[in-house]
């Protein structure tokens, strides 16, 4: 069984991108499980901050999903509007190379 890893509000909150305050109301609400005064579970922190990056996203439609495979594969997509272009410059090419593989 794996240790379980405890933060503290006070310290831990900061390092994470949020106010002691907001991390407080998480852990009041059950977002965070709270260990003790003061202490939460790291596990519970990562899982919720996983959630959040991940974010609402919509499923491309096939003509645009098609048009990101046809360019990743060096050929125009001529049939891509400046919106799905856009799109796709947001999800490919600003992303480091590592990430797409």
Do not use: C, N
């Not at 996203?57 to 495979?69: K, L």
């Amino acid at each position: 069984m794996a240790a379980q890893t405890f933060l503290t509000l006070e310290g831990d909150s900061e390092r994470h991108g949020m106010s002691t305050r907001h991390a407080r109301r998480l852990a009041d609400t059950g977002a965070f499980s709270r260990i003790a005064r003061g202490l939460i579970d790291q596990g519970s922190v990562d899982r919720y901050l996983q959630s959040k990056r991940m974010g609402r996203t919509r499923a491309w439609a096939e003509h645009t999903a098609w048009g990101a495979v046809a360019m990743l594969a060096g050929h125009d997509a001529d049939w891509l509007g400046a919106t799905q272009a856009s799109a796709f410059d947001r999800a490919f090419v600003s992303s480091p190379r590592s990430t797409i593989s």
